[in-house]
């Protein structure tokens, strides 16, 4: 193959292997890992360094209707909004 194509085929293969048709593979015929492969997705760097890491003072609830709340009003518990808004 010349090398006008294999450097182009190095290139996406190195940012996306899954663009092509059969992604390249090593000398043990496992596929090469590329840049897309390591950030993306649960296991992804990006995923990790930044959107899995825990919150502080943080809950997760249900919303749902109160008759007595006003319209853009929402109701928080006592012992909640305590330990959220608690000086530290």
């Not at 193959?1 to 059969?22: S, W």
């Not at 890992?33 to 992804?44: A, C, M, N, P």
């Not at 749902?64 to 709340?69: N, T």
Request: proline share 5%; with cysteine.
């Amino acid at each position: 193959m010349c090398q006008e194509k294999l450097v182009p085929e190095a290139v996406d293969t190195l940012l996306d292997n899954g663009i092509r048709r059969q992604p390249m593979r090593d000398g043990h015929n496992k596929v090469n890992k590329s840049f897309s492969d390591v950030i993306e997705g649960k296991e992804g760097r990006f995923w990790e360094t930044l959107l899995g890491k825990g919150i502080d003072y943080s809950r997760r609830s249900v919303i749902v209707v109160g008759p007595s709340l006003s319209l853009h009003r929402c109701g928080l518990p006592r012992e909640i909004a305590i330990e959220l808004f608690q000086t530290l």
